[in-house]
């Protein structure tokens, strides 16, 4: 399969483990990470986090039980989800780390009882590939969890902060691609076609979640706890109900191999 280029998350890491311990970061991992487990049910799953970057959701998914494979293309990153995973021994044993690229996964079909792809796909240029080349290590009866930038909700952030020249040029355009916060470029994809490349691939596409509705536009966003609470619940109820979870700055789409009867 061929690949294709993706910038080197290692040139924005300070400004990604900011995000990740802001409201904003919480709010996408919290949501995110629920859902997948939600999936997966009461059973010990094989899980691969692709793109998982400095572990925040392998720390998630193996402090729940899991066997977790996390593969990640910078090394820097690739480094400190290794100190942070150190840092927990009682999941250690259950997490394997390793250096590896979207396009070229060295694992074999049906491999995984969840995939999960969170934050990549829209610094990539297109999805199908993406999309075919996780796909196809989803076992029978798992799931693939792709989250990536919705196009749906292009220039909503920009209009929410006053930003009314970029706003208008995105949502008369219907353009999906501008720059996000981390500074780097990246582009949206609709669910739909998300759900479509899923089903193309022999997957059961599931309900899909918008993230971050009421609350992305928010960069200095540190709340108490309580009122994160809030948010969070908040949040989550209006994730999968429309028109709500169309203006989440992200979907969260997710679809399961069916088992074979």
Known sequence: ???????????????????????????????????????????????????????????????????????????????????????????????????????????????????????????????????????????PGGILSILTKNQLAVGVREALRGQYESARAQIETGQAASTGNLGLRTRGDSPGHLDHLAADCGLTPLTWQGVRIFHDHRDDWTPAEEEYQAALATEWAASTRSPYRELGRLVHAVARRETVS
């Open 1 to 139: 399969m061929a690949t294709a280029p993706s910038p080197d998350f290692a040139t924005v890491a300070d400004g990604y483990a900011a995000y990740s311990r802001g409201g904003r970061g919480r709010l996408r991992h919290d949501i995110t990470a629920r859902r997948v487990l939600a999936e997966l049910g009461d059973r010990t799953a094989r899980v691969l986090d692709v793109g998982c970057g400095d572990g925040e959701m392998v720390l998630r998914l193996a402090g729940s039980g899991h066997h977790v494979t996390g593969v990640e293309k910078s090394p820097d990153m690739l480094a400190s989800a290794r100190q942070r995973v150190a840092a927990v021994p009682d999941i250690a044993g259950r997490v394997t780390l390793t250096r590896g690229d979207v396009y070229s996964l060295p694992f074999d079909d049906a491999s995984f009882d969840a995939v999960v792809c969170h934050g990549v796909v829209m610094y990539l240029p297109d999805s199908a590939a993406p999309v075919a080349s996780l796909a196809r290590l989803v076992a």
